[in-house]
Nanobody
Framework: QVQLVESGGGLVQPGGSLRLSCSAS????????MAWYRQAPGKQRELVAS???????DYVDSVKARFTISRDNAKKTVYLQMNNLKPEDTAAYYC?????????WGQGTQVTVSS
């Protein structure tokens, strides 16, 4: 059974930092492209960052220079380090694993940026 479990969300003040984690089980993690998505209330889910099996990364423009995606294949975990958080980063953040036609989603973790 495939499971992706996100953690690390919470309430943080503007300018603060959080690190999200997504731990995978039931998949050959190192082969998968991993990605973080987010969805704010009333908005479509958007791709925030991705990392390939070769560790090539990509980011949406709004988070470049603030967020960093990384992976630890030994721990089957992908991370999203989020610095200088802004209120517009408030959303539910989801982890996604993709390999060919297979894709799996986590249940999400809430990030709220507010003073």
């Amino acid at each position: 059974q495939v499971q992706l479990v996100e953690s690390g969300g919470g309430l943080v003040q503007p300018g603060g930092s959080l690190r999200l984690s997504c731990s995978a089980s039931g998949i050959s993690f190192s082969f998968y492209r991993m990605a973080w998505y987010r969805q704010a209330p009333g908005k479509q889910r958007e791709l925030v960052a991705s990392i390939t099996s070769a560790r090539s990364t990509d980011y949406v423009d709004s988070v470049k220079a603030r967020f960093t995606i990384s992976r630890d294949n030994a721990k089957k975990t992908v991370y999203l380090q989020m610095n200088n958080l802004k209120p517009e980063d408030t959303a539910a953040y989801y982890c996604k694993a993709t390999l060919s036609m297979r894709e799996h989603w986590g249940q999400g973790t809430q990030v709220t940026v507010s003073s």
